[in-house]
């Protein structure tokens, strides 16, 4: 079966065509998945009868399943797991901001990065997600919610440069106007930081905003948090984003999270601003979610603050990530590992 969500529009008018329609139902059907969020045939009210009968028997139009959603009484954030046609779990997270609404999604189930403060890593990777799973994901969010997504951060479940291609697929067609319709500079796509996929997404010519997951100032406590940094030493990283940055000029974010007495340290916090000094940056001071699998602890406040007076002091543009969503399970994988295990025990 054809999977309907994933193609974008110039394939949606090849597909068309080879059905024998007129080219100019392409729009209405492309408009209908991806601008209206349509979840069966029988909703394209303005395709005909028959032609909707042919894309039943032809394609496939898989819709994700929420199965819980769990809503902050802090601050309205809502945390979504998805049920998928093959019986998996992923999760996304609606969030409210004064500039409009935020949606993380994930980009595979589980992961196999292995960063030791990580929920997602702890089942390991599943497999990768589609273009439409991405895309899913917002359009269920939308219309749960009945309101307009305008930004997109891919940072949910998963390495997102693991899934180069669907995620690259994603992201033009999240932007396309023939659907959403998304600024890609209202696109951040984070990483851990694979060299090579870089290099590569820097070729693409995409203008959506690159995070780089850092979580540590130097190369022998990163290797301890994050198996990848023993293919990856920080030195490569920071050129293969430089060369990112040379080609679409957009700030890069780092992002830092703040354990307490691993990496939040006063010559931590030096040892950082002078790696990223002189650099168009943006530091994002996250304050770990404790995950049941680690002895981890959050930096506490005044400490977290101290912190980032000390990057301040070299320059460096800094911000303390607001804590949206803390009374509800936060950390990514939280929510899918439990689902997960109960599952496993019925």
Known sequence: MTDLLSMNFGEMQEFVRALGEKPYRAAQLYSWLHAKGAVSFSEM???PKTFRETLA???ELSVPEIRTVQESKLDGTRKYLFRLSDGEY???V?????????????SQVGCRMGCTFCASTVLGLTRNLTAGEMLAQIYGISRDTGERVSNVVVMGTGEPLDNYDNLVRFLRMVSDEHGLNISERNLTVSTCGLVPEIKRLAGEKLMINLALSLHA????????LMPVAKAYPIREILAALDSYYSVNRRRLTFEYSLIRGVNDS??????????LKRRNCLVNLIPVNPVTENDYRE???????????????YGINVTIRREM?????GACGQLRKRCTEMDADL
């Open 325 to 329: 969503g803390r009374d509800i399970d």
């Open 266 to 275: 006063m010559d931590q916090a030096e040892a950082l601003a002078r790696l």
């Open 299 to 313: 930096t506490r406040p005044a400490e977290a603050a101290a912190f980032k007076k000390k990057l301040e002091k």
């Open 90 to 92: 992923v999760e996304s």
């Open 45 to 47: 009210t303005n395709l």
């Open 217 to 224: 100032p130097d190369d022998a406590l990163r290797r301890r």
């Open 57 to 59: 028997e032809e394609a």
């Open 94 to 106: 609606f969030m409210r901001y004064h500039h409009g609404n935020s949606v993380c999604i994930s």
